[in-house]
């Protein structure tokens, strides 16, 4: 027994938030791990091989994360990021074996081989998303919207460096209960289990809703990658116990489950509700899922996993089996279709306000 074990230490927000510094134009580097991140801004785009050539991307594995964003603000503004993830697996020669190219990479090149990946994964974009890759100031304005929801705005320091402290320093965050809050506002974590992707209707509508009423939101995809070897392997130790005397159920019940891309997969809306709006809006948001007639969940007890889960480069929280597959990016990605941009403007709040769930 040493009084060490009674030490204490005075964390701030900072030292949970990995984003260091941007070393690359494009490329932003993680402290502790040395992962790093870039981030496309497209528009949504139709949909379909009719309209263009299916999006091909490089063949990633385990260490390497999706993470699909809408972001609003406001009500007619809306915009639509794609973030893509590397945790470089280091071996003992001090090269990188989880490389985008079947060609082991030095630590040193990482950015370089990142931001070429990122510009080649942007140019598979249709030409009417305008996909590009982001670098300097516009990375910060998309963390620190994460961050704040809107609400404070950051100008990146020069060398851009330290951006964890930067992005983090005066807010007020309190992390005591299971919801987080933000100068006593509450992130509303809510989950649609059977929703995929960007493009139902019933995505763009919410986060339209809620920004007309003065609540930003955020539109957030995670998918922590496998290979099919390790996507394959992962299912099969999900299944091993079911249906062991009638294999080709099992075999019905697994077909098409994996595909191009797999991957353990979190899908949320993330809100920053005032607190006296809070009851209201977790009303409305149930009278219109009701109404429709589509299953959800507003988080609680998983809010705060979820809520650090939804930030980039925070790979190793809320990672959820089991693991499923898509056919193709543009299932994951905002698309467009003949309804058009939903009109949410006579949406009203209750009158009456109902117990949180």
Known sequence: MTWKEYEL??????????????????????????SVFGIIQYLPFSKGERKHPRMELPSL????????????????????????????????????ANAPTDMPVRWEDMEEELAHLLHQVARTFPQEAEAH????????????????????????????????????????????????????????????????????SVVEELLRMFAAHGCPGRHVQRLSLFDEAAAQ????????AWCSSRKYIKDCLLDHVLGELNGFYNNQLVFLVPAEKEAQMIACLEKKLEDIGLPFL????????????????????????PICGFDAMEDLLMTTDERGRVDVSDESLPQKATPDL
């Open 9 to 34: 230490k005075n964390q701030t927000l900072a030292d949970w938030i990995p984003w260091s510094a941007i070393t690359q134009e494009n490329v932003m580097r993680c402290r502790d791990d040395g």
């Open 61 to 96: 594995g385990r260490g390497w994360c999706f993470w699909i964003e809408e972001q609003c603000a406001a009500q007619d503004v809306l915009t639509c990021y794609l973030i893509v993830f590397w945790n470089p697996f280091e071996k003992s020669n001090g090269m990188i």
């Open 133 to 200: 890759v982001l670098s300097y100031q516009d990375i910060v304005d998309v963390l620190s919207y994460m961050m704040t929801m809107g609400r404070a705005s950051v100008t990146m320091p020069d060398p851009p460096v330290n951006l964890d402290v930067v992005l983090t320093q005066d807010l007020s965050y309190d992390f005591t209960s299971n919801r987080v809050r933000l100068d006593g506002d509450t992130y509303l974590v809510v989950s649609l289990p059977s929703v995929v992707g960007s493009s139902e």
């Open 233 to 240: 392997k992962e299912l099969q130790k999900y299944t091993d």
């Open 298 to 321: 507003v988080e609680d007890f998983n809010a705060k996993n979820l809520w650090w889960g939804s930030l980039p480069a925070i790979h190793t929280a809320a990672v959820i089996p």
